[in-house]
Every structure is written in C-alpha cells, then in structure tokens.
C-alpha cells in the first residue's frame, strides 16, 4: 500500500486514566482483535501495577464503533517497585510481568480472573524488559545487571533458566524474539544490539550490532520486526532509527543463521531521545519520543538511487504531555496505535486515511 504524506490524519479515540505514576510500557493481547474476541491490551507503571484493558465494541457499524475502552482487572500486590515492562504469550493465555524488584511475575488468565502463577528470581536488580518467543516455549529478561536470561516453560507454569547471557557492558533496556525463529536481540545502555541464537544447546552471541558497522552511537532504547521478519528498526538516545535488513545470501553457520545489515538511517526528524519504535504490519513505523510527539514513517518508493530510504508521513505533536515511552500498534485489521506516557495516560489512536475516510 502506497502512503503519502499529507494523506492521513491521527485521530485521538481515547485517552485512559487510571495509573497513577508514568507508564512506562504497553502490550497489545496477540489473541484479540478478531470479530468474536475484543481486543485486550496491557499497561505498567511506576505505580507497580498493570492494568489491563479491553475494547467495548459498539453495536452500531458506524465509524464511531470503536466506542470506549474499559479497564478489566488491575495486577497489583504483587510488585514492590516499578512495573517496567510486560510481554503476552502468543496464546493470550499468560501475562510475563518485569518489575525493578528484580523479579518477573507470571499471571494467567482463569475465566477471566488474573492470577499470578509464578514468580522468576534470579536478576540482581532492575529487570528491564520481558519477551515471549513465538511458540510461547521460551521467556527472555533483561536488566541493569547487564545481563539477559532465557527461560524454559515447563508444564504446570513452572519456569526454568536454561542460559543466562553474559556480552552487554551496560545496563540491558530491552530484550525481543524474532518474530519466526528462536533467535534473540537485546539493546543496550553500552550502544549496542547483540543477537543471541542457540548452538547445539548453548546460547552464544552471534552479531554485534554496533557503531563500527553503522549502529548507534548512544544508549538503544528499542527495537521492532517488521512483519515478514527481514527487516528490523531500532531506536536511540542518538535521535536516529536505523533499519537493518537480514542478509539471507550469507548463511554463517550450519544452523542457518543470517547476519544482519544496516540499511539506512533515519535522522534529522527527532531532537530528544526516542524511546520507542513499532512496525505495523502494514510497513508503518511509529516512534515515540522525549519531545512528546509521536512520528510515522514509511518507505520512500521514489528514488531509490542510493538504496532504500524512507520518508517522514506524519508527526503528532504533542501527543501527551510528558515523554513517550511505548508505542504500539494494535493486532487484527483496524489501524489502532496505543501510546503511553511519562504523564500517567495511555491514548488510543487510529491512524486514518483522508482519501477515504476510514485508512482501511
């Protein structure tokens, strides 16, 4: 699908209240979005709890049938600090919570009712981030210890660490699967994306993806697939996002490994850190920022002179009041983006299409 610039509009659908300090990260339900199931989504926060959240779908068919949003069940007594990041199972069914008490909890939902069913220990502090793999087999934490720990999911929602990854020289911000393969990357505070894969039963670092071959040159905060998995976006204190395409003609191992490549370099649209990045899967990539703006791009098709590039589609300014820390487009058809902020909201937007009238 072409997209130009001027061709669409952010509409504001909903803002959320309910958290009482920042929220720092979202997490759309990957089983929702379907014409029998609403879609779902999780927030965490500052003020250590989750909150989760559903869509009311309105009766009506109208363009006004996204009606309202309803907060479903808040996680809370559970973490003793800061609820830094959550992930869902590709199933929908659990809940991987990551908080500053250095745990990660584990809830399950039961008829509706969440509860936590586990509780992973092992992180010397702050954890980070939490990733599911895409058979919801393997769990991945992060954290200011530097390091990142794989996780095995056993039967009855036991979890056991099967490798704890030692090669980032800082502060580990986010760890995430690739979309196909079990094969995982982490950003760093040390400027840097590793790419770990499994080796006959020993994680290694397989890449690293760093300044000398045209990374960043400041702390990566985040990083997104787009759909199909060859290509990849990160983000940086550096105010750039860089695309790195997956170099399948270079095979490195037996396994089957491809490196990964830059491609280009987005800069010259942010002038604070950008904190967050998501690709839909319709090729568009949002960013969320310390300027509290939020940004989309898309693939320039002109002029590919020099290789691929992309271009600036639309930038919201002011989307919330403080600092962006998550963006993150909705599954399923519509063209939905939930956005949180430092300013203790979540806002849902719809991305649409002025030539028609709805983006769809």
Same mark, same amino acid.
């Given at each position: 699908?072409?997209?130009?610039?001027?061709?669409?509009?952010? =509409?504001?659908?909903?803002?959320?209240?309910?958290?009482? /300090?920042?929220?720092?990260?979202?997490?759309?339900?990957?089983?929702?979005?379907? @014409?029998?199931?609403? %879609?779902?989504?999780? #927030?965490?926060?500052?003020?250590?709890?989750?909150?989760?959240?559903?869509? &009311?779908?309105?009766?009506?068919?109208?363009?006004?049938?996204?009606?309202?949003?309803?907060?479903?069940?808040?996680?809370?007594?559970?973490?003793?600090?800061?609820?830094?990041?959550?992930?869902?199972?590709?199933?929908? =069914?659990?809940?991987?919570?990551?908080?500053?008490?250095?745990?990660?909890?584990?809830?399950?939902?039961?008829? $509706?009712?969440?509860?936590?069913? #586990?509780? %992973?220990?092992?992180?010397?502090?702050?954890?980070?981030?939490?990733?599911? &793999? @895409?058979?919801?087999?393997?769990?991945?934490?992060?954290?200011?210890?530097?390091?990142?720990?794989?996780?095995?999911?056993?039967?009855?929602?036991?979890?056991?660490?099967?490798?704890?990854?030692?090669?980032?020289?800082?502060?580990?911000?986010?760890?995430?699967?690739?979309?196909?393969?079990?094969?995982?990357?982490?950003?760093? +505070?040390?400027?840097?994306?590793?790419?770990?894969?499994?080796?006959?039963?020993?994680?290694?670092?397989?890449?690293? %993806?760093?300044?000398? &071959?045209?990374?960043?040159?400041?702390?990566?905060?985040?990083?997104?697939?787009? =759909?199909?998995?060859?290509?990849?976006?990160?983000?940086? /204190?550096?105010?750039?996002?860089?695309?790195?395409?997956?170099?399948?003609?270079?095979?490195?191992?037996?396994?089957?490994?491809?490196?990964?490549?830059?491609?280009?370099?987005?800069?010259? +649209?942010?002038?604070?850190?950008?904190?967050?990045?998501?690709?839909?899967?319709? $090729?568009?990539?949002?960013?969320? @920022?310390?300027?509290?703006?939020?940004?989309?791009?898309?693939?320039?098709?002109?002029?590919?002179?020099?290789?691929?590039?992309?271009?600036?589609?639309?930038?919201?300014?002011?989307?919330?009041?403080?600092?962006?820390?998550?963006?993150?487009?909705?599954?399923?058809? =519509?063209?939905?983006?939930?956005?949180?902020? /430092?300013? $203790?909201?979540?806002?849902?937007?719809?991305?649409? #299409?002025?030539?028609?009238?709805?983006?769809?």
């Amino acid at each position: 699908m072409e997209f130009h610039e001027g061709a669409c509009e952010l =509409k504001l659908l909903q803002t959320l209240d309910g958290h009482t /300090d920042r929220v720092w990260s979202l997490a759309w339900n990957p089983a929702t979005g379907t @014409a029998e199931t609403p %879609l779902v989504f999780a #927030s965490c926060s500052g003020d250590k709890t989750v909150r989760i959240w559903e869509q &009311n779908p309105s009766l009506s068919s109208s363009s006004s049938s996204y009606s309202s949003w309803n907060c479903k069940a808040v996680l809370e007594d559970t973490h003793t600090r800061t609820v830094r990041s959550c992930s869902w199972s590709p199933s929908g =069914k659990l809940l991987a919570v990551a908080s500053f008490d250095a745990t990660t909890s584990i809830w399950e939902n039961v008829g $509706g009712d969440f509860e936590c069913v #586990s509780t %992973l220990e092992g992180h010397e502090n702050e954890v980070k981030s939490v990733s599911w &793999n @895409a058979a919801g087999t393997l769990l991945a934490t992060c954290g200011r210890d530097k390091s990142v720990w794989i996780w095995e999911a056993q039967p009855g929602n036991e979890f056991e660490c099967v490798s704890v990854l030692q090669g980032h020289s800082q502060d580990v911000k986010m760890v995430l699967w690739h979309p196909t393969l079990d094969v995982l990357f982490s950003c760093s +505070y040390d400027n840097t994306v590793k790419v770990w894969a499994d080796d006959d039963d020993d994680w290694q670092c397989v890449q690293t %993806l760093g300044e000398p &071959n045209n990374g960043h040159s400041s702390t990566v905060w985040a990083l997104s697939f787009n =759909k199909t998995g060859d290509k990849m976006v990160t983000c940086s /204190d550096d105010l750039t996002l860089k695309i790195w395409e997956m170099d399948s003609t270079s095979m490195q191992s037996a396994d089957g490994y491809a490196p990964w490549r830059h491609l280009c370099t987005i800069t010259g +649209y942010h002038d604070r850190t950008i904190f967050s990045v998501h690709w839909s899967s319709e $090729g568009i990539i949002a960013s969320g @920022a310390a300027d509290d703006a939020i940004r989309f791009f898309v693939e320039d098709k002109d002029g590919l002179v020099d290789g691929p590039s992309y271009k600036l589609l639309l930038k919201e300014e002011k989307a919330h009041g403080m600092d962006i820390n998550s963006v993150q487009w909705s599954p399923g058809e =519509k063209r939905l983006l939930a956005s949180a902020s /430092d300013d $203790g909201t979540v806002k849902i937007w719809e991305l649409a #299409s002025l030539c028609t009238g709805n983006g769809y």
